[in-house]
C-alpha cells in the first residue's frame, strides 16, 4: 500500500464556511487523506470560499496563481498537487472557473461537497458540482468519519439558504432556498459533539431562526423548541445560535433567553441600517420600531443580553438623512461588538443596478464615524466588565508561559496568567469562575477565584 495521501483545506468567510470545511474534511478523511497544516507537500488543496464580501472572487484567483506556482514546483519532483475550489464562489463562478483557472482540477458548490471524491476522479472538464441538494450533503454526514477529538467550541449547521432575497445578499444565488435538517439529526451531531468534548455549540443558518425542521415525533419543529431539547443534552453548557433576522425573532424564542440557562446573553441581530427608507430598499422587511420592539423585549427577557450587528453604509439612495437614522439606532441601541462595511454591488442582485449608486469617498468617510462610535460601544462595554466575576471557558493557550485564553459568556476573549505550577493544558475545556481585573477594547484580562485554584489543587 502506497503512502497516505494529504489534504490541505483553507477556509474563507464565514462560520458556516468553517463548519462545512470540517465536513469535508470528514469526506477526505472517509475517503483515505490525511489533513496537513500548509500545501507544501499537500496532494490535494481545497479552497473553501465565500462570495459576501468585496472582491472574493479575485482573492481565490490571486491565491490559485500562487498555488500554480507551487504546483510546478512540485511537479519538477514529480509529485501533482490536484486543486479543488469549493464554496461560494465556486456556485457563483462554475464552468468559468475552470476556463479561466487551468491549475483548478475540481469546482464544487457549497450543497455538494459529499461528491469531492467521486469528482476528484474525473476528467477536469467535468469535474463541476453546482447541486442544490442540501438534503443529500447532509445525508452524507451520517457515514463521515466524526471520531476526532472536538475542541470546546464547536459549530452546527441546522438551516441552510434564505427566502429572503435582501436586495443587496448573493445568498439566495449560491445557497439557494432555505432547507431546515430534521430535529434527529441535529440532536444525534449534538449529542456527538458533546461526548467528543465540545461544551459551547453554536447553531448555523443562513436564517438561523427560520430553522422550521421535522421534529420526532412529527410535525414541525421550531428553533426555541430545539433549543431546549438541546439544553438536555449532557456536557453543553452553553448554547448560542447565528445569523439571525429580526422578522423570525418570534415570542417564543425571545422568552426562551430568559428561560434556557444554557442560552447565552450575547445574541448577533443583523439591522444592515437604521433608515426605513434604506431598508425598505434593502427590501429587509422590517423597520426601525420594529427592531426596537425586538430590543425591548429581548431585554426584558434576559436583563443584561449583550447585542452585536451588521450595518451596511453606503447602500444606494442613502441620504444624509438616512445615514443619521443609523447613527441614532446604534446610540439608540448600544452595540457591544458590531460588524460593519461599505456597500459593495454584488453581480446579479437588485442592489447592483439601482440608481444612486453612493460615491466611494462618502461611503468611506461615513464607514469611519460609524465605526468611531461602535469602537467607542465596544470599548465601555468591556470596560463594563471590570470588577465582575465571570464564568470563562478555556480554549487554548497563550502566547506567554502560564497564560491561558477563554470566552465570556459574551463572547469576550478572556486572557488569564494561571498561578504557579498550573499546567495550561489542565484547564482547556474547562469553565471557571474569574474576576475581571482590565479591559481593553478587544480582549479582558482576568485572574481564576482563590476558591477555584484550591479546587484544582
Known amino acids: 500500500m502506497g503512502d497516505t495521501r494529504k489534504a490541505f483545506i483553507k477556509t474563507y468567510g464565514c462560520q458556516m464556511n468553517v463548519y462545512d470545511s470540517q465536513r469535508i474534511a470528514d469526506v477526505l478523511s472517509s475517503d483515505g487523506y490525511a489533513l496537513v497544516d500548509t500545501p507544501e507537500d499537500a496532494d490535494l488543496t481545497v479552497l473553501n470560499t465565500c462570495h459576501i464580501r468585496e472582491k472574493a472572487a479575485e482573492k481565490v484567483y490571486s491565491e490559485l496563481g500562487r498555488l500554480r506556482v507551487m504546483q510546478d514546483k512540485q511537479a519538477q519532483s514529480g509529485k501533482a498537487m490536484k486543486i479543488a475550489v469549493a464554496g ?29 471524491p467521486d469528482l476528484l476522479q474525473k476528467p477536469k472538464q467535468q469535474a463541476v458540482s453546482q447541486s442544490f441538494a442540501p438534503e443529500d450533503k447532509f445525508a452524507a454526514l ?65 436564517n438561523v431562526n427560520a430553522y422550521h425542521g421535522e421534529k420526532i415525533g412529527g410535525g414541525t419543529q421550531s428553533l426555541a423548541g430545539l433549543l431546549y431539547e438541546l439544553a438536555d443534552i449532557d456536557g453543553i453548557e452553553r448554547l448560542r445560535y447565528t445569523t439571525s433576522h429580526p422578522r423570525d425573532m418570534d415570542d417564543g424564542l425571545i422568552n426562551a433567553h430568559g428561560t434556557i440557562p444554557q442560552l447565552m446573553p450575547y445574541l448577533h441581530l443583523p439591522v444592515q441600517s437604521g433608515s426605513d427608507a434604506v431598508l425598505k430598499r434593502m427590501n429587509r422587511r422590517h423597520g426601525r420600531d420594529l427592531y426596537f420592539d425586538l430590543v425591548d423585549k429581548l431585554r426584558a427577557a434576559r436583563p443584561g443580553i449583550a447585542l452585536s450587528s451588521d450595518l451596511i453604509v453606503g447602500f444606494p439612495g442613502e441620504s444624509d438623512a438616512d445615514f443619521a437614522d443609523t447613527m441614532d439606532l446604534v446610540r439608540r441601541v448600544k452595540y457591544a461588538q458590531c460588524y460593519s462595511f461599505k456597500y459593495s454591488p454584488r453581480a446579479g442582485t437588485p442592489g447592483a443596478d439601482m440608481e444612486g449608486q453612493v460615491p466611494e469617498e462618502l461611503k468611506t468617510e461615513r464607514l469611519a464615524e460609524l465605526q468611531a462610535l461602535l469602537n467607542e460601544q465596544q470599548s465601555a462595554f468591556n470596560a463594563g466588565a471590570c470588577g465582575q466575576v465571570m464564568p470563562v471557558l478555556f480554549e487554548r493557550s497563550g502566547k ?58
Not at 477594547?441 to 476558591?451: F, I, M, R
Open 88 to 116: 461560494c464562489v465556486a456556485q457563483a463562478e462554475g464552468d468559468e472557473m475552470l476556463r479561466r483557472a487551468k491549475n483548478v482540477d475540481v469546482v464544487v458548490g457549497p450543497q455538494a461537497y459529499q461528491e469531492l
Open 400 to 457: 506567554y508561559e502560564a497564560q491561558i485564553i477563554g470566552r465570556s459568556p459574551y463572547m469576550q476573549a478572556v486572557h488569564v496568567t494561571l498561578p504557579a505550577g498550573a499546567e495550561p493544558i489542565d484547564f482547556l475545556g474547562e469553565i471557571h469562575d474569574c474576576e475581571i481585573v482590565q479591559s481593553g477594547p478587544n480582549s479582558l484580562a482576568g485572574q481564576l477565584l482563590t476558591e477555584d485554584v484550591k479546587t484544582l489543587a
Open 142 to 206: 451520517k457515514s463521515a468519519a466524526l471520531y476526532r477529538p472536538s475542541p470546546p467550541t464547536a459549530f452546527l449547521t441546522i438551516q441552510e439558504g434564505c427566502d429572503k432575497f435582501c436586495t443587496f445578499c448573493v445568498v439566495p444565488y449560491t445557497r439557494g432556498g432555505e432547507f431546515s435538517r430534521p430535529e434527529a439529526d441535529i440532536l444525534n451531531e449534538a449529542r456527538s459533539l458533546a461526548s467528543r468534548g465540545a461544551r459551547d455549540v453554536t447553531l448555523l443558518g443562513q
